[in-house]
């Protein structure tokens, strides 16, 4: 989407293109971001969250490179060290480090809120993802207008000399909480150490800014649905008929295993849970 989009009305429009680097991000992510932009010409401002400790002051932004961003999760920390442990109770990670910080930027820069379009990279075959604030809020879907389905999308990319290079199962997130369990549980196999941030995040800040909504049985705050700690999702792949994810697999409805894929797992800006995405641009 931002590829067509620079393509066909960078001459006629001022465009900005930002990504907002939690530092939880798969590091072929940023690769992806940085080669795009090395490609075919962006101007991509990279950012991250710089959190102010202080009640009542909100996340504000930081300009990065792709050299200087974060490969550590110091940016998701610092909201965790405010905000506690994000989960289904409390699911603001992407608000804050994602669509706060691109605020913060693009109000230096001039550009306030509803003066300019934000377009979303939902496809016509997810059009029913479209937020119902869209017309408000100013959220365009250019590849909802153009028709572009995922094979669609495929094919583009598959014209291209690189690629992002993730299984489907792995996304960009290295092990976020809004995966289906059967994806953490394969992931746990493959590779478990993208868990051990998230471990010591769990052994960290589990006791802090603990809510009704937050609230584990065990009395924590963790991440995963159902209350899950990590020892529970490495602990999946041992039970009796355990299949993993591969590319292609088709979920099973009932299973709750499979809970969470799809559009369970959608963390676009302006989806009316209020996630955000890792990519963002902006029309004017």
């Not at 001459?11 to 991000?25: D, K, L, M, P, V």
């Not at 075959?125 to 572009?148: C, M, N, Q």
Request: proline share 5%.
């Amino acid at each position: 989407m931002t590829k067509k989009l620079h393509e066909k009305i960078s001459s006629t429009h001022e465009i900005t293109t930002q990504f907002s680097n939690t530092g939880r991000e798969d590091p072929r992510t940023l690769d992806f971001v940085h080669r795009c932009d090395q490609e075919f010409g962006w101007g991509v401002t990279w950012l991250e969250a710089e959190v102010d400790m202080t009640p009542g002051v909100g996340v504000r932004h930081r300009i990065v490179d792709y050299k200087s961003a974060s490969r550590d999760g110091r940016p998701f920390e610092d909201y965790i060290r405010k905000y506690g442990i994000p989960n289904m109770g409390s699911p603001q990670c992407t608000t804050r480090l994602k669509e706060n910080v691109m605020d913060s930027y693009r109000r230096s820069i001039g550009w306030m809120p509803r003066t300019f379009d934000t377009a979303i990279g939902i496809r016509a075959d997810e059009a029913h993802r479209v937020s119902v604030r869209a017309l408000e809020a100013r959220f365009i879907y250019p590849l909802v207008e153009w028709g572009w389905t995922k094979d669609m999308v495929i094919k583009e990319v598959l014209s291209w000399p690189f690629d992002l290079g993730l299984k489907e199962h792995e996304g960009n997130c290295m092990d976020c909480w809004k995966k289906s369990f059967r994806k953490l549980a394969t992931i746990a196999v493959e590779a478990p150490e993208r868990f051990d941030w998230t471990r010591e995040m769990e052994e960290k800040y589990g006791d802090f800014k603990v809510t009704d909504a937050t609230r584990s049985p065990c009395g924590r705050r963790l991440f995963f649905r159902g209350h899950k700690t990590v020892d529970d999702i490495f602990n999946l792949p041992n039970k009796p008929g355990f299949k993993p994810f591969v590319d292609g697999y088709f979920p099973n409805e009932e299973d709750p295993l499979d809970f969470g894929v799809g559009c369970g797992e959608s963390c676009e800006v302006g989806s009316d849970e209020r996630y955000g995405v890792q990519l963002e641009l902006e029309l004017e």
